[in-house]
């Protein structure tokens, strides 16, 4: 099994900037891509961001283009995102997700392991 726990969420308000993290533990944590997603009240979980194993390819959702940044740590089990010019359309829960695969996907049904969430709430 494999842990995934987030944190760094919190209240922004709009254009500020938020960094959120996730820490991967448990069984071992080898060739696993990760990905952010995040879930509206109301909404279905959509895609976010995403990065290889290797760190080396970053996807984005066209929504976050220019303005997130994910990457991860040089131990591979922490993976960030960065935040910046926050909106009020940006308020959800985001969740950190693994896949057992060098290449991520966007795809929330191909994803093996969930954080818990962590809530961003962007005030206007």
């Known amino acids: 099994q494999v842990q995934l726990v987030e944190s760094g969420g919190g209240l922004v308000q709009a254009g500020g900037s938020l960094r959120l993290s996730c820490a991967a533990s448990?069984?071992?944590?080898?060739?696993?891509?990760m990905g952010w997603f995040r879930q509206a009240p109301g909404k279905e979980r959509e895609f976010v961001a995403a990065?290889?194993?290797?760190?080396?390819?970053?996807y984005y959702a066209d929504f976050v283009k220019g303005r997130f940044t994910i990457s991860r740590g040089n131990a591979k089990n922490t993976v960030y995102l960065q935040m910046n010019s926050l909106k009020p359309e940006d308020t959800a829960v985001y969740y950190c997700?693994?896949?057992?695969?060098?290449?991520?996907?966007?795809?929330?049904?191909?994803?093996?392991?969930w954080g818990q969430g962590t809530q961003v709430t962007v005030s206007s």
């Open positions: 448990g069984r071992t944590f080898s060739s696993y891509a």
């Open positions: 997700a693994a896949i057992q695969s060098l290449i991520p996907t966007m795809r929330t049904d191909e994803y093996d392991y």
């Open positions: 990065i290889s194993w290797t760190g080396r390819s970053t």
